[in-house]
């Protein structure tokens, strides 16, 4: 598509845009002077689905009315409540039903896992991440190389960047692994990187690590509900995700976890046991032998809370009626007019750290500003723009295709210009 740059392409674009209606399943926050924000900031809280509302106080009513015995007799139980989002779930992420589960928070999610995936040995120890990885992972890692007796100085390794460049060449992972690869016990990278918004070929990085014999798993944080994803088939051994950024479920929500079928029936890995992850059947039986559930369920710690399971619930319904293909094409049109923008407005005041390529990148622009790039962002801020400024020098953008226009990438991008 060849753009422009009027504000009457930009309504164009919007009256033709087939999913313009979910636009207004959402909440819009209110700037102070009484108007609509411009809400590009998805990457770190999605708005709220305003059906979220219904489908909370349906539980409270349902406690309200039946206590305890809306375990069993609420309109949807509590009892099996998690698995009313399994199925949506595993559609979002590439995956057969019983390798994911919603549980627990993101880091918690990674370090259960890796309790089971990261079995260091004297010679194979090393735990491979992504350059400018986000912080709680860096802490998660060296935490667990310490925990196991191994000095992260050693063990924990960085992919290397070229000089010069802030994002990760595909041939420059396959010589590490090559080199490394004897030596590392775990890859784990994000999916799609928090800061400059790469988005990583997890299909060939597995292949190539699983060569190597080493484990891999993925943080989806920033990849789940943003760009397509096939874990299933790209043969991960595990991942973790968040779901409240692009999957909408509220602050500090719950998180979602991957566990490849292969592994599903194995005694040998070890794993930190909760009664929620016992064998259903005989889970009420109260019997002192923990039974694992079959596949990701069995890496379940305690009844879920169904609060917030239902909030995720109201995002989710909306996911699987629009369908990640038709929110991918319209997220890969919305940041290319964003980067068309900011292109127009010049290298000498404003470029981006974020592949141009849109193969290597989900809805997210890392903006760098030539010069005084705080005082910028303070600036679109105070004018009504909601995104966020990542240290030492990247304002994020994220355009979300569920419910951002190209208008609100139009007037953000006037903003901008008049601020710069």
């Given at each position: ?378 600036a679109i801020s105070e004018r009504g723009v909601v995104c966020d400024w990542r240290e030492p020098d990247v304002i994020r953008v994220a355009p979300v295709p569920l419910y951002n ?16």
């Amino acid at each position: 598509m060849t753009f422009k740059t009027d504000r009457e392409f930009a309504q164009h674009l919007d009256t033709s845009d087939p999913l313009a209606r979910y636009r207004d399943l959402f909440n819009h926050p209110k700037h102070h002077d009484g108007n609509p924000v411009i809400y590009l900031c998805g990457n770190s809280l999605g708005l709220q689905p305003k059906s979220v509302r219904a489908y909370v106080e349906q539980e409270l009513a349902d406690w309200e009315a039946h206590g305890v015995e809306g375990h069993f007799r609420a309109k949807h139980p509590w009892m099996p409540y998690h698995e009313n989002l399994t199925r949506a779930t595993a559609r979002l992420v590439g995956a057969q039903a019983q390798e994911v589960v919603v549980m627990n928070s993101l880091t918690v999610n990674l370090h259960l896992l890796m309790v089971s995936f990261y079995r260091p040995t004297p010679q194979r120890y090393k735990i491979l991440i992504e350059a400018n990885a986000f912080p709680s992972d860096q802490y998660a890692v060296k935490s667990q190389i310490s925990f196991h007796g191994y000095d992260p100085a050693d063990a924990f390794l960085e992919l290397p960047l070229r000089e010069g460049e802030v994002t990760h060449r595909m041939a420059d992972i396959a010589d590490m692994l090559e080199r490394e690869g004897s030596q590392i016990a775990l890859v784990l990278l994000g999916g799609v990187n928090y800061y400059t918004g790469q988005f990583f070929d997890l299909g060939q990085i597995s292949t190539l690590a699983h060569k190597q014999g080493c484990v891999v798993g993925y943080d989806l944080a920033h990849a789940a509900g943003n760009v397509p994803l096939q874990l299933h088939d790209w043969d991960a051994d595990f991942a973790a995700w968040c779901s409240y950024k692009y999957l909408n479920s509220g602050p500090g929500s719950l998180a979602g976890c991957f566990v490849h079928e292969r592994h599903a029936d194995r005694q040998d890995l070890p794993r930190f046991a909760g009664w929620w992850g016992h064998d259903k059947h005989t889970r009420f039986k109260m019997g002192p032998d923990f039974q694992a559930i079959p596949g990701a369920e069995g890496w379940q710690l305690s009844n879920p809370p169904i609060l917030p399971m239902a909030a995720l619930r109201a995002s989710m319904d909306i996911f699987d009626e629009a369908g990640m293909e038709a929110l991918r094409e319209k997220s890969i049109q919305l940041t290319n007019y964003l980067a068309f923008l900011v292109d127009e407005i010049g290298p000498e005041k404003i470029s981006y750290i974020t592949p141009h390529e849109v193969e290597s990148r989900g809805c997210q622009l890392s903006l760098v500003v030539a010069s005084e790039g705080k005082r910028v962002y303070d600036a679109i801020s105070e004018r009504g723009v909601v995104c966020d400024w990542r240290e030492p020098d990247v304002i994020r953008v994220a355009p979300v295709p569920l419910y951002n226009s190209y208008s609100d990438i139009y007037h953000f991008v006037e903003i901008l210009k008049s601020v710069l």
